[in-house]
Structure formats: C-alpha cells, structure tokens
C-alpha cells in the first residue's frame, strides 16, 4: 500500500477510534496496573495505583494518554543559530522551516508535516517528502520505523532503500498504538511500543507496553501500564530496564520496570506526585546504558521557562539542569537522550539541541526531532 493511500486510510479511520469518556474517581481508584514477565526475564511485580481522594479531587479529568496538546499560533520572528553555549534561544516561527543545523550537530531523524528529514554529520538530508509524519525513529539499520498522520495509526517501516513503508502492527476502531523508540535487546533491533485497547465501558479498556522484534517478528507483553484513566506518555529502554512515563488525573510520574529497577532511584514517583501535583515532570528517557535519565520539568503556574533535567538513577544526583526557553507542558513533543546529547522536540519549531549541559542551538527543521542510534 503506497504511503499517500495509508495517510488517506489512517485520516479517515481516526473519526472512529476509541474516544475514552471521563470516569468517576471511585472507577479510578479501583483500577490496578498489573505487571507481566517478559520474554527477556524480567521479574516484576504486581502495583496498585492508590489515589488519595483529597488531592485529586481538585484535578482536572484525564480522558487518556496524548501525544501533548498542540501550541498557539507562535508569531515571533525566524530563529537564528548560535553556536556558542548559551541557556537562552531565539524566536521561531511556527512555518516549517529548514536552517543549518549547528556544526557538530548529531545524527537525528526529524518528522514532520513535510515528512522525514535526516541530520548526518551537520548536514540536513532530505529523506521522505510525504508527511504528515507524526514520529520516525532510525531502525538501526539505516530504515525508518514510524507512524503516518496521527498517533494512533498504524505502526510502519520503510526498510534501508524501500520507497514506500510496510504495515507492522495495525491500528483499528479499538486499538491506539504509540510508538516510542527502536533499540537493540539481545543483539536485534526491537520496537518499543504502547497498545491502548477496549471500548468505552471502563473495564474493557487496557494498555500494554509490549516489544516488537524487526528481524523476527516476535510480539513479546512487557508490562500492563494503564487503564481506563491512566496510560504511558513515553516509554524508554536502558540498561535492561524500562522507565515509563504515566499520566493520571492530570498529574505524571515515572515508573521503573525490571529486574533492579527497585535498586533505582525513581526522580518521580507515584506518591511524590500527588503530593506535589503543581510540578509537572514528563517526558522521561533513559540512556542506553540505563546509567542516566532525562526529562522535563517545570510549574505549569509559573512564567519561568521548564529544565531539561539528567538524574543519575543508581544514586539519584541530579547533574544537569538546563532551562529551555518555550518549553512548556503544553508545548514539548518529544525529548531524547543519549547520555552526552539531548533534544528536546518543541511544537512548530526547531528542536532545541542541548550538549555539555547548555544549550548550543537548534536542530534545523521543524519537527519531532530523535537521536539515531
């Protein structure tokens, strides 16, 4: 199936998909997040999500797990890059826009509305003139893996030299899927993806974080991750552990699943955020040896701009903490993490590249940005 005809189905498609009507706290509390082994041994136990009445009563209702809320129209004038580290950015425009990205830039794969753009060697290479393309990660092997118009489409790839990409994991009437990212488990590329499943009744509806094997096939169940009021925000994969981004009731926290991961230090947990809902962390990614962590945090009733923020998880220090100006809540897409280089995706503009704990510029397309592997 050609790309601009999957784009026409999967647009078409999304009036009907799953709308998750608001619940009553008493259906959230009774909700519990079970833990299954995975193919890869990983032990874990079963949690339940106990909500304090008192806190989340004062909350917003959450109708499910977003890619984030879009930005308002950005009328500021057409960034400019410079090279020198620095906290503080430019305005963007919110056109697309294609600059050169700063010298010494890493490898990065942009998706957007025009679709795919590539970052090598700082130079911005165009790959894939079709779009919109809501997130395409490196498969590893010099493809994509990605996802067309929306979030809940159908996950695809477009292998090294194809011209037009395959169905992998399909999507439907009562099915979301969320794409992550593509990383290497037990020496083969493996996709790391959410799948949002059920109806509207509240019982029906279920999230699982689940592993997709390129070279294989294989579908392999991580982890139950949500329900009819909770759902992961991004997943990451690290030092054979996950870190889960979760979003309830209008708050977030992080959830470390494997085998040490009760070793680590969660930056957010569970209980930490509905005692301290007005600061709002999300976004978390681990680095691939599992040794560091990235997200964002902020105050949503503050002006001051949110921090990109790096923990190390075995002691819990934090060590970078960098202001990104426009970054908000609302505004941020995607962050990603490599252990030295972090982008951080922000909506309608170019990504914002963060080194040696500054920032050095902007990435050079608008887009969601991700780090090739």
Do not use: C, K
């Not at 494997?258 to 947990?269: I, T, V, Y």
Request: without cysteine.
């Amino acid at each position: 199936m050609s790309i601009d005809r999957r784009l026409r189905q999967d647009l078409g498609n999304e009036a009907g998909r799953i709308q998750v009507p608001s619940g009553d706290i008493d259906a959230v509390i009774a909700r519990g997040r079970r833990r299954a082994r995975t193919g890869m041994a990983l032990t874990v136990t079963a949690s339940v999500a106990v909500l304090a009445i008192g806190v989340l009563a004062g909350l917003s209702s959450f109708d499910g797990p977003v890619a984030g809320p879009p930005a308002g129209p950005d009328t500021s004038t057409p960034a400019t890059v410079d090279e020198t580290p620095d906290t503080t950015l430019p305005p963007t425009s919110t056109a697309p826009s294609i600059t050169a990205p700063p010298a010494g830039a890493p490898n990065a794969t942009i998706a957007g509305v025009d679709g795919i753009r590539v970052v090598r060697a700082g130079e911005l290479v165009e790959s894939i003139e079709v779009g919109p393309i809501m997130l395409a990660v490196d498969d590893l092997s010099g493809g994509f893996v990605l996802q067309i118009g929306m979030s809940a489409s159908s996950i695809m790839w477009l292998e090294a030299g194809a011209t037009d990409p395959i169905e992998l994991i399909p999507a439907g009437p009562d099915v979301i899927l969320r794409l992550h990212e593509v990383v290497e488990i037990d020496g083969s590329p493996t996709i790391v993806y959410t799948r949002r499943t059920g109806g509207v009744e509240p019982e029906s509806v279920t999230e699982e974080l689940r592993l997709r094997g390129l070279d294989d096939g294989s579908d392999t169940l991580v982890a139950r991750v949500g329900g009819y009021e909770s759902g992961a925000a991004r997943a990451s994969f690290g030092g054979d552990r996950f870190v889960v981004t979760m979003n309830a009731e209008g708050y977030t926290w992080f959830e470390l699943i494997g085998d040490e991961a009760d070793g680590l230090h969660n930056p957010r947990s569970e209980a930490e955020a509905a005692e301290e809902f007005l600061v709002w962390v999300g976004h978390g990614v681990q680095s691939p040896d599992g040794a560091t962590m990235a997200f964002l945090r902020g105050s949503p009733r503050s002006e001051a701009p949110f921090h990109l923020v790096v923990v190390e998880l075995d002691s819990g220090t934090e060590v970078m903490s960098v202001p990104i100006e426009g970054a908000r809540e609302s505004t941020v897409t995607r962050v990603d993490w490599d252990g030295t280089t972090a982008l951080v995706s922000i909506a309608d503009q170019p990504a914002v590249l963060v080194e040696a704990g500054a920032v050095r510029g902007r990435l050079g397309a608008s887009g969601v940005a991700d780090l090739n592997g």
